[in-house]
């Protein structure tokens, strides 16, 4: 198994940052895949952004510009930094990574609370 933890979420102004962190522990070898999604109130989960253990990142076009993921997928950390937050990014956000192993396994953090308001 592989555990998910997520830190940093909370309530910023519009226009503000956050920076989330997600740390992997368990049975991380073999994952190769680490990223965000995120789910808002009656919305399906939707990605955000990942990040590949060779360095790709692949963004959400919402989130373009304004939000930067980071990390060691070989060390099994992540971070998502979210600059010119907008009222519409309130959501859950989860960490997420996968390892194939024949095929395709997701591992979900237990999500943290971002809220943007005035």
């Known amino acids: 198994q592989v555990q998910l933890v997520e830190t940093g979420g909370g309530l910023v102004q519009p226009g503000g940052s956050l920076r989330l962190s997600c740390a992997a522990s368990?049975?991380?070898?073999?994952?190769?895949?680490m990223g965000w999604y995120c789910q808002a109130p009656g919305k399906e989960r939707e990605l955000v952004a990942t990040v590949t253990s060779g360095g790709s990142t692949d963004y959400a076009d919402s989130v373009k510009g304004r939000f930067t993921i980071s990390g060691d997928v070989a060390k099994n950390t992540v971070y998502l930094q979210m600059n010119s937050l907008k009222p519409e990014d309130t959501a859950v956000y989860y960490c997420?990574?996968?390892?194939?192993?024949?095929?395709?396994?997701?591992?979900w953090g237990q999500g943290t609370q971002v809220t943007v308001s005035s």
């Open positions: 368990g049975s991380i070898f073999g994952i190769t895949v």
């Open positions: 997420h990574a996968r390892k194939y192993v024949g095929y395709w396994y997701h591992y």
